[in-house]
T-cell receptor, first 113, second 109 residues
C-alpha cells in the first residue's frame, strides 16, 4: 500500500532531550515536507526537500533540523526541544510530476514538558 | 504576500442544507489549489484539486480568478461531512503547500 509512515504516533519528552521523528514513504516521491499543526493556526511548513541532499527552510524552521540522505526517508530532528514545540506534526510527500498534491502521514503528537 | 484566507473558523449547518466553505487566496502566479479534509485530527486527505474540476463526496469547488476565490460547496450536507477543511495552494520549487487556518464544519442532525 502506497503510504507515508511516521513514527512514533505519540511522544512525551522533557525539555532539552534530543529527539527524532521518522518519516518514510514508499512511493519514490521526490518532494517531502514537514508541517506542524496548531489550533487556530492551521498547518505551517517547517522544512521541505526537493530530493536527496536538497533541503530548505519553510515558514517555521527555528528549533528543527532535517536530513535527506535517502529518497524514502526524511527525519525531523529536535536537538533541544522546548514546550513551544508541543504540537501535532505531519510529514508529506509528492511526486515531482504529480498533479495530485501531497500525501500525508498519520501525524505525530509531541508533548514537551 | 502569498496567503490563503478561510474567514470562518467554525461553520454549522443542518443535515440536508447546502454548505459553502469560503477560501480566498493571494498569489501572484497561476495557483494550484486544493481542498484537504481532516476527520477527528487524523491525517489530511486530499478532497479536491482545482485543475480536475471533479466532484468528490458531493463536494465541488470552482476557481474564480477574478475574485481570487476557491469556495467549497455541497448542495446537501451529511452528518459524515463533519470535519476540518483546509484550503491550500502549491507554490515554490517543491510545490510546497500554503494552508489556510481551516474551517471546522459541523453538520447537525
Amino acid at each position: 500500500e502506497a503510504q507515508v509512515t511516521q513514527n512514533p504516533r505519540y511522544l512525551i519528552t522533557v525539555t532539552g532531550k534530543k529527539l527524532t521523528v521518522t518519516c518514510s514513504q514508499n512511493m519514490n516521491h521526490e518532494y517531502m515536507s514537514w508541517y506542524r499543526q496548531d489550533p487556530g493556526l492551521g498547518l505551517r511548513q517547517i522544512y521541505y526537500s526537493m530530493n536527496v541532499e536538497v533541503t530548505d527552510k519553510g515558514d517555521v524552521p527555528e528549533g528543527y533540523k532535517v536530513s535527506r540522505k535517502e529518497k524514502r526517508n526524511f527525519p525531523l530532528i529536535l536537538e533541544s526541544p522546548s514546550p513551544n514545540q508541543t504540537s501535532l506534526y505531519f510529514c508529506a510527500s509528492r511526486s515531482g510530476d504529480s498533479v495530485y498534491g501531497y500525501t500525508f502521514g498519520s501525524g505525530t503528537r509531541l508533548t514537551v514538558v | 504576500a502569498q496567503r490563503v484566507t478561510q474567514p470562518e473558523k467554525l461553520l454549522s449547518v443542518f443535515k440536508g442544507a447546502p454548505v459553502e466553505l469560503k477560501c480566498n487566496y493571494s498569489y501572484s502566479g497561476s495557483p494550484e489549489l486544493f481542498w484537504y479534509v481532516q476527520y477527528s485530527r487524523q491525517r489530511l486527505q486530499l478532497l479536491l484539486r482545482h485543475i480536475s474540476r471533479e466532484s468528490i463526496k458531493g463536494f465541488t469547488a470552482d476557481l474564480n480568478k477574478g475574485e481570487t476565490s476557491f469556495h467549497l460547496k455541497k448542495p446537501f450536507a451529511q452528518e459524515e461531512d463533519s470535519a476540518m477543511y483546509y484550503c491550500a495552494f502549491a507554490s515554490g520549487s517543491a510545490r510546497q503547500l500554503t494552508f489556510g487556518s481551516g474551517t471546522q464544519l459541523t453538520v447537525l442532525p
